[in-house]
């Protein structure tokens, strides 16, 4: 069938057939997924016209190629307008819970807390809109966990869930471990950028988000009349301790009771939803993944339904 549409590119390549036929393998992506296209006239007039990570029109057959569909393209259009974080929903994969719904329990964890100082840097975040409209809408990683727009609140809301049950059994001090888990990877909204695709800033490249995180928490504590300077040296050391160990990243290990919640959860939650990532496009049958090379292992899923009797 004829497919007319608008895509983002995820990859390109030119390449040589056997017979020394030049033609073009592009990667196209949209909500609903990835699929591949080929060029197969006109790749010197084409190849130029349009890079990785461009929104482009495309004009093309669809077709089966080795049971997997794939598009047959005929004409491929660099589309230059720039599109808001809201239109790049028809483009980029989105959370399966809803944006909204985890929102929602976003500020009820606000509400829950008691100190009205550490509410009030939640109050100074929100209240910026483009400080808010990232945090609720930029994924969580660019490859590893929460890859999709909505990830990173979805996966701050998480951590802050589970680290307020953990200190039912460990102890702690609650607000803090609350306010800890959805500041620890603030620093994100500024590592990453979304152009086409998810990808990193220059200054993410440069800084990383653990420092992106304590420079963007220092503004908002200035933005608060009187914040207690105890508290906010806390906060920052979740923030800078929440990789665990240098050679993941932070410039101090967790010397908190609270620092080392926030650490060993958000390692859980992002191995976990890493893992349930790959399961989804990464079968080699109903029961076992491919091998996954950051965690160096295949997983095995568990049937739906099984129980032990």
Request: charged share 25%; net charge negative; glycine share 8%.
């Amino acid at each position: 069938m004829d497919i007319s549409d608008l895509f983002i590119v995820t990859k390109k390549g030119v390449y040589s057939t056997k017979n020394n036929t030049k033609y073009m393998s592009i990667g196209l992506r949209d909500a609903t997924g990835v699929i591949e296209g080929k060029v197969w006239e006109r790749v010197d007039e084409i190849q130029d016209t349009f890079d990785k990570n461009d929104l482009v029109y495309v004009k093309s057959k669809s077709r089966f190629y080795q049971e997997k569909p794939q598009l047959n393209i005929s004409d491929i259009k660099r589309i230059n307008e720039i599109l808001t974080l809201n239109e790049m929903k028809a483009f980029l994969p989105e959370g399966q819970r809803g944006n909204d719904l985890v929102r929602e329990e976003f500020m009820g964890l606000i509400d829950s807390i008691q100190s009205s100082s550490i509410r009030s840097l939640f109050s100074v975040l929100t209240e910026r809109s483009g400080l808010a409209e990232k945090f609720y809408s930029y994924p969580a990683s660019i490859g590893v966990h929460h890859v999709y727009l909505g990830g990173l609140l979805e996966h701050s809301v998480a951590v802050a869930h589970m680290a307020k049950e953990a200190v039912k059994f460990c102890g702690g001090n609650l607000d803090v471990v609350i306010a800890g888990s959805l500041f620890h990877d603030i620093g994100k909204i500024d590592e990453m950028e979304i152009k086409g695709a998810f990808r990193y800033s220059d200054k993410g490249r440069l800084l990383g988000h653990i420092a992106l995180g304590v420079v963007i928490f220092e503004a908002l504590v200035n933005e608060v009349k009187d914040f207690p300077q105890q508290i906010s040296d806390i906060l920052k050391h979740i923030i800078i301790s929440h990789h665990g160990v240098e050679e993941w990243g932070s410039p101090r290990k967790p010397m908190t009771i609270e620092a080392l919640m926030v650490h060993y959860i958000d390692n859980l939650d992002a191995k976990v939803m890493g893992v349930k990532e790959h399961m989804k496009e990464n079968m080699e049958d109903e029961l076992w993944t491919t091998y996954h090379r950051l965690y160096e292992s295949r997983f095995y899923k568990i049937p739906e339904g099984i129980n032990g009797d």
